[in-house]
T-cell receptor, first 117, second 109 residues
Framework: ETGVTQTPRHLVMGMTNKKSLKCEQH?????MYWYKQSAKKPLELMFV???????ENNSVPSRFSPECPNSSHLFLHLHTLQPEDSALYLC??????FGQGARDTIYFGEGSWLTVV | SQQGEEDPQALSIQEGENATMNCSYK?????LQWYRQNSGRGLVHLIL?????REKHSGRLRVTLDTSKKSSSLLITASRAADTASYFC?????????FGTGTSLTVIP
């Protein structure tokens, strides 16, 4: 248990569906992240939030829409996805953004497996 | 690219043997971290080594860092079947974390 909880763990959706991934961290951290993990590829940083303000959008297609209502919760809204978007989506948090401080560790959730059919 | 690159991509050893994984990177870093990922799960932080440190230990883990060569190694001693997982290095430049593709370790009982 890392203190970062993601739901659902598994999601199958059609290309015309709208769904959301949810992340909650119980660590009192200020920064939260969405990563995408595809087979044989490095983790891809998608979005970064610091004190619930988006600080980075790594050229992510608009069919992925993040939302951070507060420092503890992060959502990834999904709509009109493509089969190549199937991947493991990982939420993470850290005390300070990108470890700019003594507490440098990023804590990951268990991930949400997304399959787009 | 700043990405850490792990080597080898896959490693298979017998239980009780030592496992060594390497990580190379390209630009200056504040610290380097190693993470472990069991199949289909999230990444779990193992150990952090700062740029002014050369070696660090944690239980059966030993990490070295050579900033002149821009490389790090992770040694797992006396491996166990439960160590079977993927291992990632992450380089922290102070404004970004970069992960590599990982080393897949299989420990055969």
């Amino acid at each position: 248990e890392t203190g970062v909880t993601q739901t659902p763990r598994h999601l199958v959706m059609g290309m015309t569906n709208k769904k959301s991934l949810k992340c909650e961290q119980h660590l009192g951290h200020n920064a939260m992240y969405w990563y995408k993990q595809s087979a044989k590829k490095p983790l891809e940083l998608m979005f970064v939030y610091n004190f619930k303000e988006q600080t980075e959008n790594n050229s992510v297609p608009s069919r992925f829409s993040p939302e951070c209502p507060n420092s503890s919760h992060l959502f990834l809204h999904l709509h009109t996805l493509q089969p190549e978007d199937s991947a493991l989506y990982l939420c993470a948090s850290s005390q300070d953004i990108f470890g700019q401080g003594a507490r440098d560790t990023i804590y990951f959730g268990e991930g949400s497996w997304l399959t787009v059919v | 690219s700043q990405q850490g690159e792990e080597d080898p991509q896959a490693l298979s050893i017998q239980e009780g043997e030592n496992a060594t994984m390497n990580c190379s990177y390209k630009t200056s870093i504040n610290n380097l971290q190693w993470y472990r990922q069991n199949s289909g799960r999230g990444l779990v932080h193992l150990i952090l080594i700062r740029s002014n440190e050369r070696e660090k230990h944690s239980g059966r883990l030993r990490v070295t860092l050579d900033t002149s060569k821009k490389s790090s190694s992770l040694l797992i001693t006396a491996s166990r079947a439960a160590d079977t997982a993927s291992y990632f290095c992450a380089t922290n430049t102070g404004n970004q974390f970069y992960f590599g593709t990982g080393t897949s370790l299989t420990v055969i009982p």
